[in-house]
């Protein structure tokens, strides 16, 4: 899937880290994945998930939160509010760039701050959480003996999942500010419910809180045998499955494009639009979707053909079907056509051909292949032939781009 690598701040100012996983074709709606706490956006189970909700049109936005993986920030001043202050800029983020989120993915402590902020983010249609707790209190049990230290220190370091981590006092009080499910009964969003039965980090009779809490429309459903980190990439992928299924009932047609505006291109008509704020570019048609950019060399993100291999392939395939279309009218025995073409620029003084000018000429270098029971005859012929394609004649026939702007 093409992926491109975003940097946004929050609400400190500070750089946030993210990576926004774009399916290949048409994209139908914008998601923004959140994950486990002290995880990064590039745990194996996020990354898997985000990449397979792109095999079903859904883009996925996952980031570090602040002070974790590629972000900026100091971990130890941050809590569980200013988690969800990065959830809602990353909302703004796409928002501004993309499109407003209609999902919204939490994973563990993700889910909980999904479940918190959802309401805070008004163009989210439906919330899915993958064993999550009920209430950001629950992740208060991961630092027991470090909360009874902290009643004489200012700062404590904390072991979890192998790493360390300096937390303070405020990071404990946070959570008790979210010790409450009554914010799950005025979601007022589809809920989603995901949890294994046999979760030892976060148990599955956190699901069954958040579930009774929770109003209709709502679902649940068991991840049978999973691990709580989906370390298995069988559970990560049907965990994305489920989740390209059941979020269709929820998401409108407003919902499923990337630009209402964009939904009636007539054809013949070619709409490109940004991507980025480099060279990431979005090709639209009245029926198909492509990508252009530029090698990540010359600064991009190299998620599809640049200009001049657009230009390029242009040529060459109106080449190849010109001449598949003369071989079949004369039925000739042409089994296989391969168009190689280059694109250079020369000093018009090296040009016998060209008008004596100090200045740089585009050359198109052109090279056919043909595979077949062809006599020469009928080769200089098809040659002939490729010379008549419409590409060709419009490149060497006089050109007029008349260009205007517009509100």
Same mark, same amino acid.
């Given at each position: 899937?093409?992926?491109?690598?975003?940097?946004?701040?929050?609400?400190?100012?500070?750089?946030?880290?993210?990576?926004?996983?774009?399916?290949?074709?048409?994209?139908?709606?914008?998601?923004?994945?959140?994950?486990?706490?002290?995880?990064?956006?590039?745990?194996?189970?996020?990354?898997?998930?985000?990449?397979?909700?792109?095999?079903?049109?859904?883009?996925?936005?996952? !980031?570090?939160?602040?002070?974790?993986?590629?972000?900026?920030?100091?971990?130890?001043?941050?809590?569980?509010?200013?988690?969800?202050?990065?959830?809602?800029?990353?909302?703004?983020?796409?928002?501004? #760039?993309?499109?407003?989120?209609?999902?919204?993915?939490?994973?563990?402590?993700?889910?909980?701050?999904?479940?918190?902020?959802?309401?805070?983010?008004?163009?989210?249609?439906?919330?899915?959480?993958?064993?999550?707790?009920?209430?950001?209190? #629950?992740?208060?049990?991961?630092?027991?003996?470090?909360?009874?230290?902290?009643?004489?220190?200012?700062?404590?370091?904390?072991?979890?999942?192998?790493?360390?981590?300096?937390?303070?006092?405020?990071?404990?009080?946070?959570?008790?500010?979210?010790?409450?499910?009554?914010?799950?009964?005025?979601?007022?969003?589809?809920?989603?419910?995901?949890?294994?039965?046999?979760?030892?980090?976060?148990?599955?009779?956190?699901?069954?809180?958040?579930?009774?809490?929770?109003? #209709?429309?709502?679902?649940?459903?068991?991840?049978?045998?999973?691990?709580?980190?989906?370390?298995?990439?069988?559970?990560?992928?049907?965990?994305?499955?489920?989740?390209?299924?059941?979020?269709?009932?929820?998401?409108?047609?407003?919902?499923?494009?990337?630009?209402?505006?964009?939904?009636?291109?007539?054809?013949?008509?070619?709409?490109?639009?940004?991507?980025?704020?480099? !060279?990431?570019?979005?090709?639209?048609?009245?029926?198909?979707?492509?990508?252009?950019?530029?090698?990540?060399?010359?600064?991009?993100?190299?998620?599809?053909?640049?200009?001049?291999?657009?230009?390029?392939?242009?040529?060459?395939?109106?080449?190849?079907?010109?001449?598949?279309?003369?071989?079949?009218?004369?039925?000739?025995?042409?089994?296989?056509?391969?168009?190689?073409?280059? #694109?250079?620029?020369?000093?018009?003084?090296?040009?016998?051909?060209?008008?004596?000018?100090?200045?740089?000429?585009?050359?198109?270098?052109?090279?056919?292949?043909?595979?077949?029971?062809?006599?020469?005859?009928?080769?200089?012929?098809?040659?002939?032939?490729?010379?008549?394609?419409?590409?060709?004649?419009?490149?060497?026939?006089?050109?007029?781009?008349?260009?205007?702007?517009?509100?």
């Amino acid at each position: 899937m093409p992926r491109i690598e975003t940097k946004f701040q929050n609400s400190q100012g500070e750089l946030l880290s993210g990576s926004l996983e774009l399916p290949i074709g048409a994209t139908q709606s914008y998601a923004v994945f959140a994950h486990c706490f002290t995880c990064s956006k590039d745990n194996p189970a996020a990354a898997r998930i985000a990449s397979a909700l792109a095999n079903h049109g859904i883009a996925v936005l996952r !980031f570090d939160f602040t002070g974790l993986g590629s972000s900026e920030g100091d971990f130890s001043n941050t809590n569980f509010s200013s988690n969800l202050q990065d959830l809602i800029a990353v909302a703004d983020y796409l928002k501004q #760039h993309y499109a407003a989120p209609s999902l919204l993915i939490g994973h563990s402590l993700g889910g909980a701050a999904a479940l918190a902020v959802a309401h805070d983010i008004p163009s989210v249609k439906a919330v899915i959480t993958i064993g999550a707790p009920a209430t950001a209190a #629950h992740v208060k049990h991961l630092f027991a003996d470090s909360y009874k230290k902290l009643n004489d220190e200012s700062v404590v370091s904390v072991q979890l999942s192998g790493r360390s981590f300096n937390i303070k006092r405020q990071f404990i009080d946070d959570l008790e500010k979210y010790n409450s499910a009554e914010h799950i009964g005025a979601l007022k969003k589809a809920l989603l419910i995901l949890h294994s039965p046999v979760d030892t980090i976060v148990s599955i009779d956190e699901a069954a809180r958040i579930y009774s809490a929770a109003k #209709h429309p709502k679902s649940f459903v068991s991840l049978d045998h999973a691990d709580h980190l989906l370390s298995n990439p069988v559970d990560s992928r049907y965990v994305a499955e489920v989740i390209a299924a059941w979020a269709k009932r929820y998401l409108t047609n407003d919902s499923l494009s990337i630009e209402p505006k964009e939904q009636s291109i007539s054809e013949g008509t070619v709409v490109v639009r940004e991507r980025d704020k480099k !060279f990431t570019r979005e090709i639209l048609t009245h029926r198909h979707r492509l990508m252009s950019d530029e090698p990540i060399a010359s600064g991009g993100s190299d998620l599809g053909l640049n200009p001049y291999e657009l230009l390029l392939a242009a040529l060459g395939s109106c080449t190849s079907m010109t001449l598949r279309m003369y071989a079949n009218h004369k039925q000739i025995d042409l089994q296989d056509i391969r168009v190689e073409l280059h #694109h250079s620029r020369i000093h018009a003084d090296d040009c016998s051909d060209c008008e004596k000018q100090k200045t740089l000429i585009d050359v198109l270098t052109r090279t056919i292949q043909l595979t077949g029971n062809l006599s020469d005859q009928q080769r200089n012929r098809l040659l002939e032939i490729a010379n008549q394609c419409p590409v060709h004649k419009t490149l060497q026939g006089k050109i007029r781009i008349d260009t205007n702007l517009v509100d």
